[in-house]
Every structure is written in C-alpha cells, then in structure tokens.
C-alpha cells in the first residue's frame, strides 16, 4: 500500500493513530516487565524515550504539549494517596523538561536524528527526569518538614533513588533504537507525504 494513493483525510487519520498507538503503546509498557526488559525491578522509561523521538522534529508548542498530556497520563496511572516519602510529585514537571530539553538541543544542533544521537539523549535525559522527579521529593519535605527531615529524604534519594536511576538511563538508551528507527520512519514518511 502505498501512502501517496491515500485521500489526505485518511492520511491524516493514519498519522494520528500513529502517534497516539505509540504513545498508548508506551504507556502499557510502562508497568510491563518483561524478560530483558529489567534488572533489579527497573525498567526502561518508555515515555521520556517516546517524547525524545517526537520532540526532534516537532515545534516547541508540539514537544511541550505532549510532555504535559503523557506528564498527566502517567500521573493518572501511578496516583496514590501517599508515597514512599509521604508526597506526591508530578511527572508532568520531569517530561515537559525532557521535551523542552530535546527541541532546544535540536534546534541548536546539538543533537541530530540518528539512533545513536537518540540513544545518548534518551540516556541523558531519563537521568533529567528522575533528577527532577527527586528535586520535588527534596522541595515538599524541606517546605512541609523540618530540615532534618528534608536531609533524611536527600540521603534516601540518594541511596535508593541513584542506583534505579542509573538503571533506567541505560535501559533506556539501550532500548531507544528499537522505539526510535519505526517511529522516525513512519512519521518523516507521513509528514512528507502530508506536505506533498
């Protein structure tokens, strides 16, 4: 089948359940632990990778936007009442930055779109994003506690928090080639024949 044939309404439709499927995809993979796909309970961090893929070509308005939607997503699928340390951070903060983070280094040209660049960027940014996920720990102790308190939850974001976040990074720059390659075609594919 070819895509130039398709009567651009359908094209259109073909393009948004592309980007939706993924991202619905890398949301269900999210609680997923499949063989290979964990050490030690951890895996990979399937949306900071999605929003590396989309973010690189994408408008800042685009790259900010899906980083807010799959922020509240995620959010809505891992709320609880509390959580190890008594607070609840948003993931909406931690992916918003990766996206942002990914279009100004694309637009500065500090990282093109080859698999290797997105590897290194998926990498980079997973440890962006859990660092930023562990500053809001850090922040809502030290406003709602004590600074004793606020330096107990440093030391445990410290030794529990470093190594799981050392563990995504590499899981997911190690994962990001099999994410990144189809997505990359079949969007630079659609997008061109949507400008034709």
């Given at each position: 089948m070819n895509i130039d044939n398709l009567?651009?309404?359908?094209?259109?439709?073909?393009?948004?359940?592309?980007v939706v499927g993924s991202a619905g995809?890398?949301?269900?993979?999210?609680?997923?632990?499949?063989?290979?796909?964990?050490?030690?309970?951890?895996?990979?961090?399937?949306l900071v990778m999605w929003l590396v893929a989309w973010s690189l070509h994408r408008?800042?308005?685009h790259a900010a936007t899906a980083g807010i939607v799959l922020g509240l997503i995620q959010d809505g699928m891992t709320f609880t009442s509390t959580d190890i340390l008594g607070t609840v951070p948003t993931h909406v903060l931690s992916l918003t930055t990766v996206s942002v983070l990914v279009f100004m280094l694309h637009k500065r040209r500090y990282l093109?779109?080859?698999?290797?660049s997105a590897s290194i960027a998926a990498f980079g940014l997973t440890i962006v994003s859990e660092a930023v996920?562990?500053?809001?720990?850090?922040?809502?102790t030290a406003i709602e506690r004590s600074p004793e308190v606020s330096l107990d939850s440093?030391?445990?974001?410290?030794?529990n928090q470093c190594p799981?976040?050392?563990?995504?990074?590499?899981?997911?720059?190690?994962?990001?080639?099999?994410?990144?390659y189809p997505l990359q075609l079949c969007w630079q594919k659609m997008l061109a024949n949507k400008l034709a």
């Open positions: 009567h651009p309404l359908v094209r259109n439709g073909l393009y948004f359940l592309t995809l890398c949301l269900m993979l999210l609680p997923t632990r499949l063989p290979g796909m964990e050490i030690f309970g951890v895996g990979p961090s399937w408008s800042l308005w093109d779109d080859t698999v290797f996920t562990g500053l809001q720990y850090l922040l809502e440093l030391n445990h974001i410290w030794t799981s976040m050392l563990i995504t990074a590499v899981l997911s720059g190690l994962w990001m080639p099999i994410l990144y």
